[in-house]
Every structure is written in structure tokens, then in C-alpha cells.
């Protein structure tokens, strides 16, 4: 049996080099650009029993430093692979890392419990090692089945081959990127397409409409994918898999780029919106929400034409992403310092505008204020009124008759709206509105902030200190 299974994985290997070796040159040319420290190959060995599946885990290509090592939370039984000789040189006695040495390639193994066995429909997620500060750069994965029970696998890595023996059911996979999750189900479903990028698993011929899309369909960087045009029963979300069921064409080519700049980029697969923006870019039209592709077309719309296609290179270069990250690189595009990314993932459906802050460290009365900000808009200097007026020995009030400011001496009222104030209950005509709400914060204008509250200003290179021209 081993002799007919080393056969089938290398007349495989061979079948498939041609694909293995262009995948090869296309994802190594991003590797120097990404956030990890290095990267690694990896060969899986899974081998699934009544109520357990069996992880034989090798890396190849370690660096010689000392590595950490992220086993799985439900993992049991872990240790060194013991049938790879000279495999566990480096695994320390406690288990949690690879100290520093020669060999470049190590193996370990565990077992991952399954309370209800392999069930129709299951989904496998979070049940591999990972070397921390590491990316994977391949992955080739064997799945053995000792209860012979059928079905069909898939983790979106290309499925090499297929066989039935005596004794078990194996599934070979080979392609770029890693895997987090493996999908199993009774239903053999045939492969109706394939290319660099998809493996379209469906009941029925695929449309030449459809076909034609797919080949068309090309996402700078992405990984593999497979997708299978049947209901998706178990609510299966999955940065590498995709169901697909009673949609039109462009409703799955959104999809798609969405669920490969997810894989490409490690973004959340729960919070879209990030996928979204950055699919829009990369594919130069509007995908997305309507919040998406607002924030899009607003950064679209800002940046000059030399600087959205360095915007644009940028995306192609940085992984993985978050909104931190965006708005680091956003800023260092447009030479100004923004939190758009961020403050849009944090406000839901609230739309965040695209608005630029001073980097300067804000001082008031002599101590520096690390949660106030700076902003600048159409024109406008606004600070955070909050942590301001806390300094200044003020309290904030916003109620449904308008916004509250007062201390021991001194009370505002500033209606919504209208253009007065009224300070010691006294009205006073006002030609603009001294506060504007950015989200859910409140920010005074600069001149009105020097006026109301009799403060003076200077501004040095690194530093604004604000303080009390009058003693209250």
C-alpha cells in the first residue's frame, strides 16, 4: 500500500510541476516585500481516526534563530516526529520552540481530538502549528482516511489526486500559501473548471459566460481558491473556500476578490470592510458596501494621479494588512499624518471623513495631553474639546438643548445648530459654529478655542503648547 501511494504522490508532483514551478515565480516575488521575519515550507500528514485525526507536521527552510512555536489549542500528545530521523534536533524539552541550530528542516506531531467524529458538513479551523514571526510559502498536504469513509476535501490548495485502497481513502494537495482550514463533505461534487487561480466544484456544466469570467478574473498576489457551486448548509466562512449559490456573476466576482484579498492580506474574515476598500483598489472599481466604496472613492479621490499609483504599488507590496497599517502608509503616501482606516473600522456604519492630523505633541498648561488630537479640515484647525476642556478644568455636557461647558466661574450653552452662544447666561451672536462632532467626538475651531476660553498659542517644530492667558 505504501509502495502504491509514494507512486500516485509522485507521478502527481510530476503532472503538476509546470503549474507548481509558474505559482512559484509569481508568489516569490512579493516574499521580500511581506511583514514576516522569514519563510518556511510545510509538508502535512493528516490521518483521520473514528473520533481523532492525527497531525504529522515537517517545516523545511527554518532559519538557524530560535523559534517559537504555536501549537494548536485543543492539540494533545505533542512531540517530536519520531519517524523522520534527525527530525527533532532542535525541539526544546518543554515543547514551546526551536532553539537556534543547523538543520533547516524539523517535525513534530499531535493529536487533535474530534468530540462528534467526522460529521457531513464539518469545517476544520485553527488545527495547525504555526512558527511565529514565520509565513508559509508552501504547503503540501496528505489526508488519509482509515474509516474509508468517502466524500470529498478540500482547504483551497490545488487537490493533486485522489485514490480509494483497501484500506483507507487519501487525498493529495500541493500549492502556494498556507491553510487554515479543511472542509470535508459526504457529497462528491466533480471538478467543472480549473485554472491558476479557482477550482469551481459543481453539480452542473459551468456557463461559457461563467468560464469566461473566471479566466478573466485576476487578483494581484492571490492565493488558490475553491469554490463550490452548491448551498452552503453549514454557514462555512472560510478565507480560501467559497460557496456559491443563485448569484449573478458580478455578485461572485465580488465575492471572490473579497474572500482572496482576505487570504492574500490576513484580514478578518468577520469585518469585510477593509477587504472591500483594498479590493477596490486593486481592482480599480468600486466593490463593496456602500461604506466600502465610499471610503474608496473618497481616498480615490483625494490622492493626485502620481500618488495613487504609488497607493496602488504599495497595496501590491504590504502584507499582511490591518487598518493601522493602512493608514501608516496612507500617510506616508500623501506626506500627512491620518487615522481613516481606523476610525472607519471602529464607527460601524458611521462614515469617518478622510481628515489629516498634526503629529505634533499637544501641551496644555505645561503637560502634555497624549490623547488629544490635532485635526485638519477644509481648512479648518480643530483639537479633541474633551481631553482639552478636562485639562482646562471644564466639564462637557452634550444634551438634547445643545452642548454644556462650564467650570467654577464660567458656563457655556451652545445650541445645535444656531448661530449663538450664551456664556453666563448671556447671549452672544456667533458668525460660525465654535464645535463640530467628527464621529462621535467633539472639536473646537482654533480661533474660537483661543477666544472662548482665553488661551494663547505657540507652535514650535515638535511641540504646541497651550495655555491660560488669564487667570479664572
Same mark, same amino acid.
Given at each position: 500500500?505504501?509502495?502504491?501511494?509514494?507512486?500516485?504522490?509522485?507521478?502527481?508532483?510530476?503532472?503538476?510541476?509546470?503549474?507548481?514551478?509558474?505559482?512559484?515565480?509569481?508568489?516569490?516575488?512579493?516574499?521580500?516585500?511581506?511583514?514576516?521575519?522569514?519563510?518556511?515550507?510545510?509538508?502535512?500528514?493528516?490521518?483521520?481516526?473514528?473520533?481523532?485525526?492525527?497531525?504529522?507536521?515537517?517545516?523545511?527552510?527554518?532559519?538557524?534563530?530560535?523559534?517559537?512555536?504555536?501549537?494548536?489549542?485543543?492539540?494533545?500528545?505533542?512531540?517530536?516526529?519520531?519517524?523522520?530521523?534527525?527530525?527533532?534536533?532542535?525541539?526544546?524539552?518543554?515543547?514551546?520552540?526551536?532553539?537556534?541550530?543547523? @538543520?533547516?528542516?524539523?517535525?513534530?506531531?499531535?493529536?487533535?481530538?474530534?468530540?462528534?467524529?467526522?460529521?457531513?458538513?464539518?469545517?476544520?479551523?485553527?488545527?495547525?502549528?504555526?512558527?511565529?514571526?514565520?509565513?508559509? @510559502?508552501?504547503?503540501?498536504?496528505?489526508?488519509?482516511?482509515?474509516?474509508?469513509?468517502?466524500?470529498?476535501?478540500?482547504?483551497?490548495?490545488?487537490?493533486?489526486?485522489?485514490?480509494?485502497?483497501?484500506?483507507?481513502?487519501?487525498?493529495?494537495?500541493?500549492?502556494?500559501?498556507?491553510?487554515?482550514?479543511?472542509?470535508?463533505?459526504?457529497?462528491?461534487?466533480?471538478?467543472?473548471?480549473?485554472?491558476?487561480?479557482?477550482?469551481?466544484?459543481?453539480?452542473?456544466?459551468?456557463?461559457?459566460?461563467?468560464?469566461?469570467?473566471?479566466?478573466?478574473?485576476?487578483?494581484?498576489?492571490?492565493?488558490?481558491?475553491?469554490?463550490?457551486?452548491?448551498?452552503?448548509?453549514?454557514?462555512?466562512?472560510?478565507?480560501?473556500?467559497?460557496?456559491?449559490?443563485?448569484?449573478?456573476?458580478?455578485?461572485?466576482?465580488?465575492?471572490?476578490?473579497?474572500?482572496?484579498?482576505?487570504?492574500?492580506?490576513?484580514?478578518?474574515?468577520?469585518?469585510?470592510?477593509?477587504?472591500?476598500?483594498?479590493?477596490?483598489?486593486?481592482?480599480?472599481?468600486?466593490?463593496?458596501?456602500?461604506?466600502?466604496?465610499?471610503?474608496?472613492?473618497?481616498?480615490?479621490?483625494?490622492?493626485?494621479?502620481?500618488?495613487?499609483?504609488?497607493?496602488?504599488?504599495?497595496?501590491?507590496?504590504?502584507?499582511?494588512?490591518?487598518?493601522?497599517?493602512?493608514?501608516?502608509?496612507?500617510?506616508?503616501?500623501?506626506?500627512?499624518?491620518?487615522?481613516?482606516?481606523?476610525?472607519?473600522?471602529?464607527?460601524?456604519?458611521?462614515?469617518?471623513?478622510?481628515?489629516?492630523?498634526?503629529?505634533?505633541?499637544?501641551?496644555?498648561?505645561?503637560?502634555?495631553?497624549?490623547?488629544?488630537?490635532?485635526?485638519?479640515?477644509?481648512?479648518?484647525?480643530?483639537?479633541?474639546?474633551?481631553?482639552?476642556?478636562?485639562?482646562?478644568?471644564?466639564?462637557?455636557?452634550?444634551?438634547?438643548?445643545?452642548?454644556?461647558?462650564?467650570?467654577?466661574?464660567?458656563?457655556?450653552?451652545?445650541?445645535?445648530?444656531?448661530?449663538?452662544?450664551?456664556?453666563?447666561?448671556?447671549?452672544?451672536?456667533?458668525?460660525?459654529?465654535?464645535?463640530?462632532?467628527?464621529?462621535?467626538?467633539?472639536?473646537?475651531?482654533?480661533?474660537?478655542?483661543?477666544?472662548?476660553?482665553?488661551?494663547?498659542?505657540?507652535?514650535?517644530?515638535?511641540?504646541?503648547?497651550?495655555?491660560?492667558?488669564?487667570?479664572?
Amino acid at each position: 500500500m505504501k509502495f502504491v501511494i509514494s507512486f500516485l504522490m509522485m507521478s502527481l508532483v510530476v503532472v503538476n510541476s509546470v503549474l507548481l514551478l509558474f505559482q512559484y515565480h509569481v508568489y516569490s516575488s512579493s516574499l521580500e516585500e511581506e511583514k514576516q521575519s522569514f519563510f518556511y515550507e510545510q509538508e502535512i500528514a493528516l490521518t483521520f481516526k473514528s473520533d481523532s485525526v492525527i497531525v504529522k507536521q515537517h517545516f523545511r527552510h527554518l532559519p538557524q534563530q530560535p523559534l517559537t512555536i504555536s501549537w494548536p489549542i485543543s492539540s494533545e500528545n505533542r512531540s517530536c516526529d519520531v519517524s523522520t530521523s534527525d527530525s527533532c534536533s532542535r525541539l526544546s524539552d518543554d515543547l514551546i520552540s526551536f532553539v537556534e541550530g543547523d @538543520s533547516s528542516e524539523q517535525s513534530i506531531s499531535y493529536e487533535i481530538p474530534l468530540a462528534d467524529g467526522l460529521t457531513d458538513g464539518k469545517l476544520l479551523t485553527g488545527f495547525l502549528a504555526k512558527i511565529e514571526k514565520g509565513g508559509v @510559502s508552501y504547503t503540501t498536504l496528505h489526508v488519509t482516511d482509515e474509516l474509508k469513509r468517502g466524500g470529498m476535501w478540500v482547504s483551497g490548495l490545488p487537490v493533486i489526486g485522489t485514490t480509494s485502497l483497501d484500506l483507507i481513502d487519501y487525498t493529495f494537495s500541493y500549492g502556494v500559501g498556507d491553510i487554515t482550514d479543511l472542509y470535508w463533505q459526504q457529497e462528491i461534487i466533480p471538478v467543472k473548471y480549473e485554472n491558476d487561480y479557482f477550482t469551481v466544484y459543481s453539480p452542473e456544466d459551468l456557463s461559457e459566460e461563467v468560464r469566461a469570467r473566471l479566466d478573466s478574473l485576476n487578483i494581484p498576489n492571490s492565493t488558490h481558491m475553491t469554490l463550490l457551486f452548491t448551498e452552503n448548509k453549514n454557514n462555512i466562512k472560510s478565507s480560501r473556500i467559497a460557496f456559491v449559490l443563485g448569484k449573478d456573476m458580478d455578485s461572485i466576482e465580488r465575492d471572490l476578490t473579497v474572500k482572496s484579498v482576505q487570504s492574500q492580506y490576513d484580514l478578518n474574515g468577520e469585518s469585510p470592510l477593509l477587504a472591500e476598500v483594498i479590493s477596490s483598489f486593486l481592482m480599480e472599481r468600486p466593490i463593496g458596501t456602500e461604506k466600502s466604496i465610499w471610503m474608496y472613492e473618497t481616498v480615490n479621490n483625494y490622492l493626485t494621479t502620481s500618488q495613487m499609483t504609488e497607493w496602488k504599488a504599495i497595496l501590491t507590496k504590504n502584507h499582511p494588512l490591518n487598518a493601522k497599517e493602512l493608514d501608516k502608509l496612507l500617510s506616508e503616501t500623501i506626506d500627512l499624518k491620518t487615522s481613516f482606516f481606523q476610525k472607519n473600522e471602529q464607527a460601524d456604519l458611521e462614515k469617518f471623513p478622510l481628515l489629516f492630523e498634526d503629529p505634533r505633541a499637544l501641551y496644555v498648561n505645561g503637560v502634555q495631553q497624549e490623547e488629544m488630537k490635532l485635526l485638519m479640515r477644509d481648512g479648518k484647525v480643530l483639537y479633541a474639546a474633551e481631553p482639552l476642556l478636562t485639562a482646562l478644568e471644564y466639564t462637557l455636557n452634550d444634551t438634547d438643548k445643545g452642548l454644556y461647558v462650564q467650570n467654577d466661574s464660567r458656563a457655556f450653552r451652545f445650541p445645535i445648530q444656531e448661530p449663538f452662544y450664551v456664556l453666563n447666561e448671556k447671549r452672544y451672536d456667533a458668525m460660525s459654529e465654535p464645535f463640530e462632532r467628527i464621529g462621535s467626538e467633539f472639536y473646537i475651531e482654533e480661533a474660537w478655542m483661543i477666544r472662548l476660553f482665553l488661551l494663547s498659542l505657540e507652535k514650535e517644530e515638535n511641540r504646541i503648547n497651550i495655555t491660560e492667558s488669564v487667570p479664572l
